[in-house]
């Protein structure tokens, strides 16, 4: 049988490996699942058990999602800066719905696409099957290096630019904000469109939040992406796109030839759940467990860190970033160490499109429980440890 192109490079994307833990006694910090104790589950409940009482939340609706919960997600936006009516919100399923409609609105095979390096390995998926040119961006500790994409954009005709500008999948960075005003700058200079996905937006643990691009954007270039997936719960599959009209129609036309439209039934018991309970306050709740776990983890790895690795501290999210020395190679050593010491990160490899970036890891720390935090630490250590006492060895 002979598969479109787009079969294979999907295929080989890595994302697979993230959903798959065989091993019983495997600590995972690889996944990016949140605390399933966090989850308002009887306040959930509530809500489905009387969304059914309605006729209509079993019907077809349409592409766009259901006008009252628009609405609702608008108003929250206006309070995060973002001048949103019910009209500029697409409901789509996940921010992954989001990433897939962009690119297949935008990009025909080889167009020019920037990601950063590392990011998110779900939207290399989504974006490989429409084939474009990547060009890789460094990632700062404040955000994308925007001089090397200065210099992409002037030598490179760009088409989108795809960024995590809080709480960086996978890096935990925050894109400052003289870079997100000097990025929309660019934008509008260079004639290019920004993805924006945000879905740790509303994690933040400690400081101030930033605006976000789609804040600061006068010209319609900024599509932004939010998700319930990580503060409220994934099996909804319920994000949300924010754009100009003529993008977001564009999006909703692709998307109802696609899956038509999302479950009216998840919509109107979110709806419901959001008019029935303190949402702000299950966001407090959030932050205070992700805070305190995200503390516990980066003192346990911290402390044993062997010489010459890195471990980012960001203030949000549910990452941290382990940086190991030039010529250690991640995935190799997460198959020979880690893996027999029953843990596990997300290696750098399949987080650019190059996949020339080796020694580098992602770890969650916002999935594992807090009672396994500190052994699966312990674990991740003591292989490090073990891996540079080889390397001095053999040096």
């Given at each position: 049988m002979k598969f479109a192109s787009r079969v294979a490079t999907t295929m080989q994307s890595g994302l697979d490996e993230l959903f798959t833990a065989p091993d019983p006694e495997l600590i995972s910090f690889a996944g990016g699942y949140p605390d399933a104790t966090m989850f308002p589950q009887a306040a959930l409940q509530g809500a489905f058990a009387q969304a059914t009482e309605e006729s209509a939340a079993f019907q077809y609706g349409d592409s766009w999602g259901l006008p009252r919960l628009r609405r609702h997600i608008a108003q929250w936006l206006q309070k995060d800066g973002i001048p949103?009516?019910?009209?500029?919100?697409?409901?789509?399923?996940g921010a992954q719905q989001g990433i897939d409609l962009a690119a297949k609105m935008l990009l025909n095979p080889g167009d020019g696409l920037v990601v950063e390096a590392p990011t998110y390995l779900g939207a290399l998926a989504a974006f490989n099957a429409y084939e474009p040119q990547y060009y890789e961006v460094p990632m700062a500790a404040d955000g994308m290096d925007l001089g090397a994409?200065?210099?992409?954009?002037?030598?490179?005709?760009?088409?989108m630019i795809y960024t995590v500008p809080d709480f960086q999948n996978p890096t935990g960075a925050v894109m400052s904000l003289a870079k997100r005003k000097a990025l929309i700058a660019l934008a509008n200079q260079y004639d290019v469109i920004i993805l924006e996905d945000g879905p740790y937006r509303w994690l933040r643990y400690q400081g101030e939040s930033l605006p976000p691009l789609k804040h600061f954007d006068t010209q319609g270039r900024v599509i932004f992406l939010g998700s319930m997936s990580k503060i409220l719960a994934p099996s909804l599959r319920l994000g949300w796109m924010v754009a100009a009209p003529k993008l977001?129609?564009?999006?909703?036309?692709?998307?109802?030839a696609s899956d038509v439209e999302s479950s009216q039934l998840v919509h109107r018991a979110v709806a419901l759940y959001l008019e029935q309970n303190d949402f702000d306050a299950h966001l407090d709740q959030l932050r205070q467990c992700y805070g305190a776990k995200l503390k516990l983890m980066h003192h346990a790895i911290s402390a044993q860190l062997p010489a010459g690795y890195q471990l980012s501290q960001p203030a949000g999210g549910f990452f941290l970033w382990l940086t190991a020395p030039a010529g250690v190679d991640m995935t190799a050593l997460q198959a020979?160490?880690?893996?027999p010491a029953h843990v596990s990160v997300v290696p750098s490899k399949n987080l650019t499109p190059s996949h020339q970036l080796l020694n580098g890891a992602r770890l969650t720390f916002a999935a594992p429980p807090t009672a396994k935090i500190?052994?699966?630490?312990?674990?991740?250590?003591?292989?490090l440890a073990a891996t540079a006492t080889a390397q001095a060895h053999r040096a």
């Open positions: 949103a009516t019910a009209q500029d919100v697409l409901l789509t399923q994409l200065q210099k992409i954009l002037m030598t490179h005709k760009i088409k977001l129609e564009a999006a909703a036309a692709l998307r109802g020979q160490r880690l893996a500190e052994p699966g630490s312990a674990r991740l250590t003591a292989a």
